[in-house]
């Protein structure tokens, strides 16, 4: 029977009955063994990161340029308001930005803001990616010390979670995947909740919680449900228990009320942007239905050594490649020293209703992370029949709220590592049993066994190098924006280092990349000329606006404030580089800087007086081509953007045709009526007299008789169910006579 702890055990105990200060002189001596040992474990098994903290960080980029940014534009949005804001990131996909997370790690982001004024960002990304193992070997430690009051257990178990194939797989570039050290803290403070009376023990596990949510947003959501078993073990011991059912229930209901309070204060300012999000009609947060078994995990994971382990990993490398998944998620190795320590606990200890709770809640885990589907070696499907074989995934996923964003499905091993750690140190607890006066030599085996599976030096880094360049436009204070060719429209390797580049010269970019993001994130690239042709490496790109993009091009920079078009040749093919220089050199008729050592060409955009241009706004169809000509109907309203750098008078000049009835075209600048012509059903050519303001101007085509449907009149045999009024094709912005 499992016994709760109601008071100190040591004040009962005659032989640990010493005085507090004896006894806190012990624990400083034990914790900070403990400490130093985890820390010299941390630098040797992530070897070389810290011999090369001056110069490299750890993994192998991508994801971590992305990461250090996100710390560096919390201070940016906190420091300078004018310029930024948390919710919304206005020095990516340049000009309209993106809703941003404002707290992807906010722990990770906090102390980055405490520390910048001391610290190069790359070197307190490298210090605080350490920490993750010193402190989550610690708090498994910590928790493992608990349960089972013997420490060789818990330094074994704190290996186990803190050294994890898990961990160090993530670590390559995923910082808040490899956030995982309050894990085990919040779960330590959560059992002494179960195990002991009193209030301080459930603010303790919120306080934690909340850290847990301020690592990474998806181990909130992991963390809830793992508080969510605890919370039924307390039920279930408490009916196994017999003792006073409704007092125990109202003691129950106290402590997690405390907990839940907590909890809850303290991560609602974290998410309530993500939540505001996830309950609008436009979620972005969350994932494509067909990313989810993707990066759920493979059965076969849990079995296979790390690909990073210096020995086995060049035999199970090609195995990992069947798996779908990202190449840092696909690691779950559990370790045959681990499975082997759980077995005998189960076997020695399943009789105790604490094991049992572990059991059960890695086993749970360990198959949520598997996804909806059973994968095995990169197959679905089994069988001559083509068998998929369900998994419980899919009852949660339907269930949990706010679950539905989380798209690493595999990342539920986190909780599960905390698992086997804890069945591993009871399973070592049992192990000692038989050899007590033999425990260090045990000891040192196992964890030698331990570290050999684990094993995953010498650690990938990669070196911060920045090009001179982006130094020399730093000392610049202007504000304007730069376009990077290639153009960041993917998560490619290079993409990432224009993230970490923006972090030395604070400028805005065109185009870059975040996990998620809304749908038109990207219209400014996809539909702006001249930085349409150069994302595209075409002038095929027709459309209705009859514009040649190398009149136009300096000015539709100027109008947009970029200042610098940086060309990454090395990243371009010979066909790709060709067209873009011809391109810059024939708009911008001026002679580029070449940075040979770094791959650069660099543009710098001529200060000119803009000429009109036009963008197309909203309300358009679809592009239709009418023998040969690019056609668009609107419905009964559409915008045209044109810009100009004086105010003036222009004229539009374009072809037009109503669809079954004549109809009047009234053009607006803003909310001033410009012109109104009749269009009638025969595509003939209308002049529009407009006048344009210094600037902006948005002008409106509004059709006030309204829509037709091509399929409600017989007589034109057409299906087409769309509200049309006005075709339109060959729109050209020409001077007024009088200019």
């Not at 060789?152 to 194939?165: D, E, H, L, Q």
């Not at 228990?241 to 402590?255: C, G, L, M």
């Not at 839940?260 to 991560?267: R, T």
């Not at 239905?289 to 690909?307: A, G, R, V």
Request: charged letters at 15%; proline letters at 5%; one cysteine or more.
């Amino acid at each position: 029977m499992e016994i709760r702890k109601t008071s100190n055990p040591e004040k009962n105990n005659p032989e640990k009955n010493r005085s507090l200060k004896n006894k806190h002189f012990y624990n400083l001596r034990e914790y900070s063994l403990v400490g130093i040992s985890y820390t010299l474990l941390t630098i040797i098994l992530t070897y070389p990161v810290l011999f090369k903290i001056k110069t490299d960080i750890p993994g192998t980029g991508a994801d971590s340029f992305q990461w250090m940014r996100i710390l560096w534009y919390t201070k940016i949005a906190i420091k300078e308001a004018d310029l930024a804001a948390l919710t919304h990131d206005s020095l990516l996909f340049y000009p309209n930005g993106i809703e941003s997370m404002p707290f992807s790690s906010a722990f990770n982001q906090v102390l980055y803001v405490l520390l910048s004024p001391f610290l190069e960002l790359h070197v307190i990304y490298t210090i605080l990616w350490l920490l993750t193992f010193i402190i989550g070997a610690i708090g498994s430690y910590l928790l493992v010390k608990y349960l089972t009051d013997n420490k060789y257990a818990a330094f074994i178990a704190g290996i186990v979670f803190a050294f994890s194939p898990y961990h160090f797989s993530r670590g390559l570039y995923f910082f808040g995947a490899a956030t995982v050290q309050w894990i085990p803290f919040c779960a330590l403070y959560l059992m002494k909740t179960v195990k002991e009376e009193g209030i301080k023990n459930p603010i303790l596990a919120g306080i934690f919680f909340i850290l847990v949510a301020m690592s990474d947003l998806q181990y909130l959501i992991f963390m809830g449900i793992f508080a969510g078993l605890v919370f039924l073990y307390d039920f279930y011991l408490t009916l196994r228990s017999r003792k006073n059912f409704t007092h125990s229930v109202k003691q129950i209901i106290i402590k997690y009320f405390f907990f839940g309070g907590v909890a809850f204060l303290g991560v609602l300012p974290l998410t309530i942007n993500e939540i505001l999000i996830a309950i609008s009609n436009q979620n972005f947060l969350r994932p494509n239905t067909n990313e989810i078994p993707k990066l759920s995990n493979d059965l076969m994971s849990f079995f296979l050594p790390s690909h990073l382990h210096p020995l086995l990993g060049q035999f199970t490398l090609d195995l990992y490649s069947n798996i779908p998944s990202w190449f840092a998620e696909r690691v779950n190795f559990i370790g045959y020293i681990v499975l082997g320590l759980s077995i005998l606990a189960l076997l020695k200890s399943k009789r105790k209703p604490d094991v049992k709770f572990w059991l059960v809640s890695t086993f749970f885990f360990t198959i949520i992370s598997l996804g909806p589907i059973l994968h095995f070696n990169g197959a679905v499907a089994f069988t001559d029949s083509d068998l998929k074989i369900p998994l419980p995934y899919q009852m949660l996923y339907n269930t949990i709220p706010f679950l539905k964003n989380c798209r690493t499905v595999g990342r539920f091993f986190v909780i599960a590592t905390l698992g086997y750690s804890v069945l591993a140190g009871y399973g070592f607890s049992e192990l000692l049993k038989y050899k007590p006066e033999r425990k260090k030599l045990i000891f040192t085996i196992v964890g030698f066994l331990l570290v050999f599976e684990y094993l995953s030096i010498p650690y990938p880094t990669t070196q911060v190098n920045v090009p001179d360049f982006y130094y020399k436009i730093s000392n610049d204070k202007d504000n304007y924006a730069i376009l990077e060719i290639p153009q960041n429209s993917n998560a490619g390797y290079m993409d990432f280092h224009y993230l970490y580049y923006q972090t030395v010269h604070n400028k805005a970019l065109v185009g870059g990349y975040a996990a998620r993001y809304p749908a038109n994130v990207r219209d400014f690239q996809r539909t702006t000329p001249f930085i349409k042709e150069l994302q595209y490496y075409s002038l095929g790109t027709k459309d209705i606006l009859k514009e040649d993009v190398t009149d136009i091009g300096t000015s539709v920079l100027n109008a947009n404030n970029i200042r610098y078009v940086i060309v990454h040749k090395n990243q371009l093919s010979s066909e790709q580089l060709e067209f873009v220089t011809d391109l810059l050199n024939r708009t911008l008729k001026t002679e580029p800087d070449v940075y040979d050592e770094d791959g650069l060409i660099v543009y710098r955009v001529p200060d000119e007086t803009i000429q009109p241009f036009m963008l197309l706004g909203k309300g358009w169809n679809r592009p239709e081509n009418w023998d040969g000509t690019i056609t668009r109907w609107i419905s009964n309203r559409a915008t045209l953007s044109v810009y100009s750098g004086v105010a003036e008078n222009a004229t539009l000049k374009l072809s037009a045709c109503s669809l079954h009835s004549p109809k009047t075209l009234e053009v607006y600048n803003g909310k001033t009526l410009q012109s109104k012509q009749n269009i009638s059903t025969n595509l003939s050519t209308v002049n529009i007299p407009v006048t344009l303001n210094q600037g902006k101007n948005v002008i409106l085509l509004n059709v006030p008789e309204g829509t037709e449907r091509p399929c409600d009149f017989p007589e034109l045999k057409n299906n087409d169910t769309r509200e049309l009024s006005i075709a339109i094709q060959r729109v050209q912005l020409i001077d007024s006579p009088e200019n």
